[in-house]
C-alpha cells in the first residue's frame, strides 16, 4: 500500500506539475535499519526512497524535483495502539537524542523540500532520526 499509493500519486500529478514542482516521499529509518517485524513495512520504504532518486532524475529536465524524508521515531497515535505498554514507555529511547518527535519536528524538512528555497535539493533523502545515521 505505502509504495502503490506513492507511485499512483505521483504517475496522476506529474503531468499537472509545472516546473518548479516539488515530490516528496516519506521513506523511513527503517528502511536502512529494517526490523524483521517490520518486513513489509521496510521494504516499501526502501523502494520509496529509491523510487525519489529516481524521480529526481527523470524529471529534472522538467524542472520537478524528488526527494524522500527519512524519519525516526515520531509519536503518532498509533504507537500505542500499536505497541505494548512497556515498549511505549522506551519509545525513541534508543536514538541518539534519547526521545521520540513530535509531528510537527519533521513539519519543516517538508516545507524546505517544497519550497522555492530548496529549489537545488533534488534526490536527496533527508534523516530526520534524532542522530540516529542513515547510509
Known amino acids: 500500500m505505502n509504495l502503490s499509493a506513492y507511485f499512483h500519486l505521483v504517475k496522476a500529478a506529474v503531468p499537472h506539475m509545472p516546473p518548479g514542482g516539488s515530490i516528496i516521499g516519506t521513506s523511513s529509518v527503517n528502511s536502512d535499519t529494517p526490523s524483521p517485524t517490520l ?12 523510487m525519489s532518486a ?3 532524475q527523470l524529471l529534472a529536465e ?38 521520540a518527535a513530535q509531528p510537527a519536528e519533521l513539519a519543516p524538512v517538508y516545507v524546505l523540500l517544497a519550497s522555492d528555497e530548496g529549489s537545488y ?3 536527496a ?5 534524532g542522530g540516529k545515521p542513515i547510509l
Not at 500499536?82 to 529511547?93: H, I, L, N, R, Y
Open 121 to 123: 535539493v533534488s534526490g
Open 125 to 129: 533523502r533527508i534523516a530526520v532520526t
Open 62 to 99: 522538467k524542472g520537478i524535483r524528488a526527494n524522500s524524508v527519512a524519519p525516526g521515531p515520531v509519536w503518532t497515535p498509533l504507537i500505542p495502539a500499536t505497541m505494548p505498554a512497556e515498549k511505549v514507555d522506551s519509545f525513541g529511547e534508543q536514538v541518539p537524542m534519547g526521545r
Open 54 to 56: 529516481s524521480l529526481a
Open 39 to 50: 518486513l513489509p513495512y521496510a521494504a516499501t520504504k526502501a523502494a520509496i526512497a529509491n
